[in-house]
């Protein structure tokens, strides 16, 4: 976990991939006026299908969800998320894995030696101690250099942003967790290697740009992001 020494006040570890996209088959009604929001049906289709579009993480007070995506739950059999839920373990897994460099390189060769030397000096790591009756660790950046730089960016970005919301609010687990209690289909538009390699594919100057891109993020960027 990183955490900035100037930005973050909190130690919530949240790892963020914004846009995620549900496939839903079902009919509707027409005439009905619903409130603005990112739900979508189309109709041009074989069979027709709801486009919802949703952040993972979210809070308490954001519930009960709007009409028209309880629509798209409640008359849906089937459900397409990012990656197959069933398989998250397995994307945890890869996706940590596709965050670390191979060994012998490391961050230090990887970006600019201004914006190393900054980490050096602002971003503290805080590393958990299993032992029964120990305290987490603090240490300095040096400790985490393995770990690539949009990496680091989500878990800049995360607490950050997100202290007051919860990945278990979000509304894909909202939607995951309905669907297997009602014994409806669920399944992955992409496969865990595909959407791993979305971020882990990255070249060193994206890479870097994203990482650059979340240090530069407003502070009031909480407020920001309850706007959304």
Not at 71 to 98: Q, T, V, Y
Not at 99 to 126: C, F, H, M
Not at 136 to 142: A, I, P, T
Request: glycine fraction near 6%.
């Amino acid at each position: 976990m990183f955490l900035s020494s100037r930005r973050i006040p909190s130690c919530c570890i949240i790892s963020l991939l914004l846009g995620l996209t549900l496939l839903f088959a079902a009919p509707l009604r027409a005439g009905q006026n619903f409130p603005k929001c990112c739900v979508w049906r189309v109709t041009n289709a074989k069979a027709p299908f709801y486009l919802v579009g949703s952040i993972h993480a979210l809070s308490k007070k954001d519930y009960p969800l709007p009409a028209p995506y309880q629509i798209a739950l409640k008359n849906s059999s089937r459900f397409l998320f990012e990656f197959d839920p069933n398989r998250h373990a397995e994307f945890e897994k890869k996706f940590e894995a596709a965050g670390k460099y191979p060994r012998g390189q490391d961050i230090r060769s990887k970006i600019d030696p201004e914006l190393l030397a900054w980490l050096r000096r602002n971003i503290l790591t805080v590393e958990a101690d299993h032992h029964e009756g120990r305290r987490e660790q603090v240490r300095g950046f040096d400790s985490q250099i393995g770990y690539k730089p949009w990496w680091i960016a989500q878990h800049l970005v995360g607490p950050a942003t997100y202290s007051k919301s919860s990945l278990s609010h979000g509304l894909d687990n909202y939607f995951v967790d309905h669907a297997a209690k009602e014994r409806k289909e669920i399944a992955g538009l992409e496969s865990v290697d595909e959407h791993v390699a979305v971020m882990g594919g990255l070249s060193d100057r994206d890479s870097e740009f994203i990482l650059r891109d979340a240090l530069d993020e407003p502070r009031n960027a909480e407020k920001e992001f309850s706007k959304m």
